[in-house]
């Protein structure tokens, strides 16, 4: 499952497990919300239903978890891998199109120029954030889907590995253009509360668990960042991406007004809500 996004500003990616039929603004992928340099309208898609949109569904690629490292990205090797699959997720590139690589290649600069400098606290309004990656070692995903192992590889203690799915921790009171949650009030808010965005897992390996691999060591990262309360947006329409969030643990809290996802023209969206205070952490 993927996500995606739309033209220059930066906005974080909403969580979402379906691709919007209009690229520009959508993430295909368990996409949450999109806040990048590139503004990839904060939604969640999936990769597997952007590629619904343009061909038969592949049948889903099965691999070893055993191999599989959930983790917090700190080089910007993993950053760089991080945001290729970002782009390859969240935007639907005609393979026959003259400059696709050059194309492809500005986007990933823009998406992790914006990651950097979200973790690095150069963004405005925003705490920490964090990058969550989930890993395999290239030798396992070659084999079975070279075209992402190429794409998302990076090298880190003298091994080859592939990022097969990411997601970002945003600790902040609100995030661009979307539902504002309500929980923390008063004082310490902006510490205690924290944003899913981003959240996407590639295509070719989607039902391997992945996403949930992926929330489970969110959760247990924004706990130790200090937030209390969780929050992810999901499109309305989303039922894969809603079935994972419930499954991790998240409620409704609010939903976005029509006129708001017309104005933004996109699907409208949930906002869902766990609490990580007295919850218990979701296992991998």
């Known amino acids: 499952m993927a996500i995606l996004i739309s033209p220059f500003s930066y906005t974080p990616k909403t969580s979402s497990l379906y691709i919007s039929p209009k690229i520009s603004n959508s993430k295909n992928g368990y996409n949450c919300n999109n806040y990048s340099s590139t503004h990839f309208g904060s939604t969640i898609f999936c990769s597997s239903q952007l590629k619904e949109t343009f061909s038969t569904t592949p049948q889903p690629i099965l691999i070893d978890k055993s191999y599989l490292n959930v983790y917090e990205a700190k080089s910007e090797n993993e950053l760089w891998a991080a945001s290729s699959l970002r782009v390859r997720t969240f935007y639907a590139f005609h393979h026959d199109t003259l400059n696709t690589q050059d194309h492809t290649k500005y986007l990933t600069e823009r998406e992790f120029e914006a990651l950097t400098e979200r973790i690095a606290g150069k963004r405005v309004g925003f705490g920490r954030v ?6 395999l070692p290239f030798s396992k ?3 079975v889907a070279y075209d992402l192992s190429t794409s998302c590889k990076f090298s880190q203690d003298k ?3 592939v990022v097969v799915g990411t997601l970002d921790i945003n600790q902040c009171i609100r995030l661009p253009d979307e539902i504002t949650g309500a929980k923390p009030k008063g004082i310490g808010a902006d510490f205690a509360r924290g944003y899913l965005s981003n959240v996407c897992v590639a295509g070719e390996l989607q039902r391997n668990g992945l996403g949930y691999a992926l929330i489970s060591k969110a959760k247990m990262v924004a706990k130790d960042m200090g937030i209390s309360d969780l929050y992810v947006h999901v499109a309305i329409d989303n039922e894969p991406a809603k079935k994972l969030y419930m499954k991790c643990g998240f409620e409704q809290e609010n939903d976005e007004p029509a006129w708001q996802a017309r104005f933004l023209d996109r699907p409208r969206r ?9 919850s218990s952490d979701v296992s991998v």
């Open 130 to 135: 964090s990058c969550i990656n989930a890993t």
């Open 141 to 143: 995903v070659s084999n």
């Open 159 to 161: 091994s080859d590995l």
């Open 270 to 278: 949930l906002l869902l809500w766990t609490e990580l205070s007295n």
